[in-house]
């Protein structure tokens, strides 16, 4: 099966350098296929038959050993990241200045995240991995971020 592994808060502006080719090489040496990297974003893609939660685990003692900072991660299914973007709502094509998506892991609290974001950004939309805030969420939001212009 198809995943993507999204890391958060690498190679930006000099901090929590990650070597993406040094990524790309650790993660066949663990057994993952026809893995490939998305420029310098910390987006990487792969096969494996294992489940998510060795995968979940065999990454983070990778990244435990391997980095002198924490890596935040999360592994998405080809399949769950394609039902999620079916599931964009309409205003996603709209013209606006910014649209955030924010993947969060099972550790989340999603209730509680979904209301601290709705108190400070209005509307919001839930799904199973991905919640959607059409005017940005918060600045000091702690998640996987991807910003559209």
């Keep these: 099966m ?36 998305y420029i310098n974003s910390g987006n990487v893609f792969f096969n494996s038959e294992d489940a998510v939660e060795d995968m979940n685990e065999n990454i983070h003692t990778h990244f435990s050993h391997t980095y002198d900072f924490e890596l935040l991660f999360v592994i998405l ?6 039902q999620e973007y079916h599931n964009l709502p309409e205003w996603w094509q709209d013209d606006f200045a910014r649209k955030d998506v924010l993947f969060y892991t099972d550790s989340i609290d999603k209730a509680a ?16 991995k991905l919640l959607y805030a059409p005017g940005g969420a918060p600045k000091w939001m702690m998640g996987w971020r991807v910003s559209v212009s």
């Design 2 to 37: 198809r995943y993507v592994l999204l890391l958060r808060g690498v190679n930006v502006g000099g901090k929590n350098k990650v070597v993406m080719a040094d990524l790309k090489n650790n993660l066949e040496v663990m057994g993952y296929t026809h893995v490939k990297s």
């Design 77 to 82: 299914g080809a399949d769950e990241f394609i």
């Design 113 to 128: 995240l979904r209301q601290t974001i709705e108190i400070e950004s209005g509307e919001i939309y839930q799904y199973e």
